[in-house]
């Protein structure tokens, strides 16, 4: 059971590079979500998809872009990156049922862009 | 907008102590709640859930009463151990929003 699987775990950037983050799940979810995590701020949403092919901006979508080609991954784009883009990076799925719902998350990014 | 409010951390306590965390919300509907838990390193893991008003999610010895009137979902445990050391969110979710939205999180640590 691999559950919600994110690669890499650890990257280093120089300010200005790109890089995609990618996230796979295994369980058939409908809804995925990008996350980002800062000291004292909690988890803020990045962009969150409630299917395939869809896409839509959460709370702090700058400066990121996603796609959900496939059901089972969806990817986050740093275009130009940003020192303030140093962060760890979560994402999770999720089913809802119209009734219950649970997300599982993945075990993070550490991104530090220099 | 929906939004979760949580105590601020640390919260430092002795072993076998009563913990409580604060959790209030916002949200245009009616929300399903949880608590998060977050050890060092690691993603998030759900301890527990409530759907629906008055109802009471519980693991671990950790328990929380959906309370519709308070809009809160306050996280207790009667005896706390040094491995519940870790950083708790509280999150709601609703079906119209199709998203989860937590609070800011509470670092709790247990020392002996």
């Known amino acids: 059971n691999a559950g919600v699987t994110q690669t890499p775990k650890f990257r280093v950037l120089k300010t200005g590079q790109s890089m995609t983050l990618l996230c796979a799940q295994d369980?058939?979810?409908?809804?995925m979500y990008w996350y980002r995590q800062d000291p004292g701020m909690g988890l803020r949403l990045i962009h969150y998809s409630v299917g395939e092919g869809t896409t839509a901006k959460g709370e702090v979508p700058d400066g990121y872009n996603v796609s959900r080609l496939k059901k089972q991954n969806f990817l986050l784009g740093l275009e130009s990156a940003a020192p303030s883009q140093t962060s760890v990076y979560f994402c999770?799925?999720?089913?809802?049922?119209?009734?219950?719902?649970?997300?599982?998350f993945g075990q993070g990014t550490r991104l530090t862009v220099v | 907008g929906d939004s979760v409010t949580q105590m601020e951390g640390p919260v430092t306590l002795s072993e076998e102590a009563f913990l409580t965390i604060n959790c209030t919300y916002t949200?245009?509907?009616?929300?399903?709640l949880f608590w998060y838990v977050q050890y060092p390193g690691e993603g998030l893991q759900l301890l527990l859930k409530a759907t629906k008003a008055d109802d009471k999610g519980s693991n671990k010895g950790f328990e929380a009463t959906y309370r519709k009137e308070t809009t809160s979902f306050h996280l207790e445990k009667g005896s706390v151990q040094v491995s519940d050391s870790a950083v708790y969110f509280c999150?709601?979710?609703?079906?119209?929003?199709?998203?989860?939205?937590f609070g800011t999180g509470t670092r709790l640590q247990v020392t002996l």
């Open positions: 999150a709601l979710y609703t079906g119209t929003a199709s998203k989860l939205t």
């Open positions: 999770a799925s999720s089913y809802y049922t119209g009734v219950e719902t649970e997300a599982f």
């Open positions: 949200a245009t509907g009616y929300p399903s």
């Open positions: 369980m058939n979810h409908e809804y």
